[in-house]
């Protein structure tokens, strides 16, 4: 009787630390996957800076005097860009723009630096542009 006694808590002895193994295990592969989501979110944020730099290297070249506008103007005049319908309802947008931002370059009494071919002033505009695409 004592023997069966014994192996019975032998048994559950074994069962205990089978169990405490399972959650062992279970816990150090939720550490190791939350690392690897943390490893996900860095990922992403270096993608998202990465695409931020490409906007301004992008709005640098083409859109005129960039360097005056704020973030939200630029997402706003590219959207009214976008959204134009006609080359010609494109090139009033541009040449609004350049009009614009000439006045608020001559308000602030800075000088706009005008870019090469890419940058955007509409045809024959300030800007050198080729009144190409936005």
Not at 25 to 54: E, W
Request: charged content about 25%; aromatic content about 4%; glycine content about 14%.
């Amino acid at each position: 009787m004592l023997g069966m006694l014994l192996g019975k808590i032998s048994i559950f002895y074994q069962g205990v630390v089978m169990k405490k193994h399972i959650w062992i295990n279970a816990l150090a592969l939720t550490v190791s996957l939350t690392g690897v989501g943390m490893v996900t979110a860095q990922d992403q944020q270096k993608t998202q800076d990465q695409l931020k730099t490409q906007d301004q290297l992008r709005d640098q070249e083409r859109i005129y005097a960039h360097e005056l506008m704020t973030d939200a103007e630029r997402a706003a005049y590219r959207e009214r860009i976008r959204n134009a319908k006609t080359t010609q309802e494109r090139e009033r947008i541009r040449e609004e723009h350049r009009v614009q931002m000439d006045a608020r370059a001559k308000e602030r009494g800075v000088v706009i630096m005008h870019g090469g071919p890419g940058a955007m002033g509409g045809m024959g505009g300030a800007g050198g542009g080729a009144g190409g695409r936005n």
